[in-house]
């Protein structure tokens, strides 16, 4: 029986649909993000998943920090929020492959196994806060595979108990897909996600889907940080009132590093 490849949902309305300009936007926006320090790799990254107009800027404040180690990045957990079907725990998409325009991305299907995380594949279909990462992680870890997986309700340590599980070496990164406020005026929004980013900055495990969409993904990975003493760096803090919509209802976005602390 052939290996399922799961096809891009988004590709055309998220981000561009043609090869050629999907990978010449992803790289304008990597070119284009703060320089950072090339001495450490993130183990772990808290980016946003709306359409690239949106959220591609910020999202590169994050990604870029991993472009200086692409030779070493053999895996990445990618974990986001269920936006389409309510999800119990976690769920992979029960494919081999992960498609977007640039290519296809293998998935670990191993490591779901081991660590016991079932499919779902009409969860994942119309899915778009996992796939919009790929891009993004094609061209600054093209040698990856990646360990998918989305949910709705779970608590901070199951979903940390699974990334422990997960957490590997060097040659393993986090990567948690969340935006913050949704449909808020613009500076109530500002101020609602600046108490969110400072939460995530004190390693807070008790996020809510109002504070961000991906509250499972992040309150999981604060579960770790805490236990692992992970140092966390802001990239990014803005909304879509500064990057391409109106200020009426904003949808809030935070690009976070999470680095481990040589004991």
Sequence with gaps: MPAITRAPAVAGTFYPAAPDALRAQVDALLAAAPAASALACPKALIVPHAGYVYTGPI????????????????????????????????TSPGAARLATPLGEVEVDTAALAEVGVGDDARAHAREHALEVELPF???????????????????AAEVGAVLERLWGGPETVIVVSSDLSHFQPYRAARAHDERTADRILDRDIDLEGDDACGAIGINGLMWVARRRRLRIELCDLRNSGDTAGGRDEVVGYGAFALYEVAS
Excluded: K, Y
Aim: glycine content about 6%.
């Design 137 to 155: 992680l094609q061209r600054v870890a093209p040698r990856a595979q990646v360990v998918p997986m989305i949910g709705s309700r779970a608590s």
């Design 59 to 90: 999202a590169a404040a994050a990604f870029a920090r991993l472009a200086p180690f692409s030779d070493r990045i053999e895996r990445v957990v990618l974990i986001g929020p269920a936006h389409r079907v309510f999800v119990h725990g976690l």
